[in-house]
Each structure stands twice: as C-alpha cells, then as structure tokens.
C-alpha cells in the first residue's frame, strides 16, 4: 500500500481526488484506493492520509527514462496503450476528464505471470473533474489543469477540457514511449508561455514521428487531430488496427491481474468529503502568462512533468510513499469517526 499525505488544513485537494477515486472505482487500469485517515504526530499536527495501491514497478516515465530516451519496444508499447485505454474508458464512462494523463501519472503494477510483465493503471486524479463541468469564474482568465506539454489545444483556445482532451493526451504519451521523446520537437528550447501558444495557434500541429511503423502513426494521428470531434473516442481507438496484435487478455496475464486484485486491501473508512464538485483552479493568464511555483507566489520556469497545478500541495503524487514510511506514530483516527 502507497501513502499521499497532507496537513489536514490543506488537503482538499487530496479529499477531492478520494471522491473522484471513489467513483471510478471497479476497474483493473485504474489505481486502487483502499480509504482514508487522519493520523496525529508527535507534534499534534493532523495529517490526512489517502491509502492506495503501491506501483512497484515504478511509473511509465521510469520506464521511458530506462530506455535512454531511445523508446519502448513497439510491442510494449502497445500493450501499456491498450491498458491505458481501458483506464480511460472507464474514467469517461464513470463521467469524468483525468486532465493529467502523462507518463508519470501511469503506474506500473507487476503481475503474478512468469513472464515479469506489468499492468499499466492510471493514477493521480487530483487535477480530474466532471465531464461538462464548465469553470464558474467571475473574470475572463481561462483556468487549465494539467501539463504543459499534454495540454490540448482546445484548454488553450476555449479553457474546455473535456474526454478528447485525455484523448490528445494520450496521443503524446505514445508518442513519448515510441520516441522517448514529444510530438512538439520544440519544447524543450521554448517557455512556458512560448509552449502554450504554441499549441493554441490552430496553424501548429505536433510533429508524427518517423522511423515508427504506419500502424502506429495513423494512431497518433487519430488521437492528435487538432479539432476535438475529429478525434478518436476510446471505443475507436481500441479496435485501432495499431492494437490489434495486442494479447492482453490472454489467459497468462489476466490470472495474474486477478491475483493482483485478490492480493489488494478492500476496507475503507468511509468518506468525509462532502462538498460538491468544486474545480481546482491550475493555471490563468490574461495577456502574459505565469507559472506559480511551490512557494504560493513567485513565477517560475517549467520543467517537463511539471503540474500546472502546484499551488495544492496534495495535488502531486511526490507525496506518495509506501505505507511503512508513514511517520504518524501518535494516534490514528479512522474518516468518520
């Protein structure tokens, strides 16, 4: 089990990814949440706790960076992708936009098989919102959540994120694991604002790779279209000829998801989060644009893999850890109690 903690004073953010995580619960490439708690430390200070299923084989961008920013073999490939499909349908089924999907959001679980193979499972909701949820704000700002070079074009132009914008996403961290490297060839020369103008200029379009297979390129293309309704829904992109190789499902790797499952904690404190559905304000700008860094206030530069929401301090998964590092030995208060 993984820990992501937070003072209780600032974990709203963490108390809203629970909700969100309570809702899309009941699927294999969705990370699991086992409950909540408030722990006291030795100094009195109250800590919430979100208590969730441990990756121990790491996250995608491990991976990526394993291979010498060379890319997965295309075969790995498009297994992951398939996996991450199936994540993704059930968050947009369940009525929900992840708005974060990249590889440092993607967890990699092991399974029991003899073939050391892994199950990929979408993780991080803390930026996630509701499906046709529009921004309630009172100036003209446009609100984003997410990363920089996973944002779609349509949250530069319109603030709207919506299903196809996980869809772009999802055609970045392809392109990521094919290439080691992004569909903008640019970006790492570029701003942060240099960046995001450039994907809300309509006459830019992200780079498709050579020197990968056909198959694969007419599927960053179906995810990378820049108008959202030419993209691909889910159900579309897994009957994707690029996919249909992939042996998933095969008896072999599926007893060994369920064995993953079965080995998982199912009691969980009941939730205390009861406040409607509020959004997470990531990142505005009007005219210039600012990125706010951890210290509440001062503009920063980007980094790849870096949230655009960082002015919550349970919106990120480096407050994660595995349950035995947990350092609240005073007392333990269950949710509800």
């Known amino acids: 089990m993984a820990v992501k903690s937070a003072e209780v004073s600032v974990s709203g953010s963490l108390q809203k990814e629970k909700e969100v995580l309570d809702n899309v619960k009941g699927c294999p490439h969705v ?3 086992f ?7 030795e100094n009195g200070q109250m800590v919430y706790n979100l208590l969730l299923e441990y990756a121990s084989g790491g996250t995608l961008a491990d991976l990526i960076e394993k291979s010498g920013a060379c890319g997965l ?5 498009k297994r992951y992708t398939k996996s991450i499909l199936e994540g993704l349908r059930h968050i947009h089924l369940c009525g929900y936009v992840h708005c974060d999907l990249k590889p440092e959001n993607i967890l990699l679980v ?3 098989d003899t073939r050391n193979t892994s199950v990929a499972k979408i993780g991080d909701f803390g930026l996630s919102k509701r499906s046709g949820q529009r921004k309630k704000r009172i ?3 446009h609100c984003l959540r997410g990363t920089p070079l996973y944002v779609a074009p349509e949250a530069m132009s319109e603030g709207l994120q919506e299903p ?3 869809i772009w996403a999802l055609g970045c961290v392809v392109c990521k694991m094919l290439t ?3 569909p903008w060839d640019r970006a790492e020369e570029m701003s942060t604002e240099g960046l995001l103008s450039l994907i809300g200029d309509e006459r830019e379009l992200p780079k498709i790779p050579t020197g990968i297979s056909q198959e694969a390129r007419e599927f960053l293309k179906a995810c990378l279209a820049r108008k959202p309704a030419y993209r691909f829904k889910t159900e579309m992109l897994m009957d994707h000829p690029f996919l249909a190789s992939v042996c998933e499902h095969d008896d072999g790797v599926k007893d060994g998801l369920l064995a993953v499952q079965d080995e998982e904690l199912v009691v969980a404190p009941s939730s205390s989060w009861t406040e409607t559905d509020s959004e997470l304000s990531g990142f505005s700008f009007s005219g210039d644009c600012g990125l706010l860094s951890d210290d509440d206030s001062a503009p920063c530069s980007w980094r790849e893999g870096e949230d655009l929401e960082v002015q919550c301090s349970g919106s990120s998964d480096k407050n994660v ?3 035995d590092s947990l350092n609240c030995v005073a007392s333990t208060i269950p949710i509800g109690a």
Do not use: A, N, Y
């Open 164 to 166: 196809p914008s996980d």
């Open 321 to 323: 850890r595995p349950v």
């Open 31 to 33: 990370i699991s949440c």
């Open 110 to 112: 092991p399974t029991t």
């Open 35 to 41: 409950g909540e708690e408030i722990t006291i430390q």
């Open 139 to 141: 100036d003209l700002d």
């Open 73 to 77: 073999p295309e075969s790995d490939v």
């Open 180 to 182: 080691g490297k992004s």
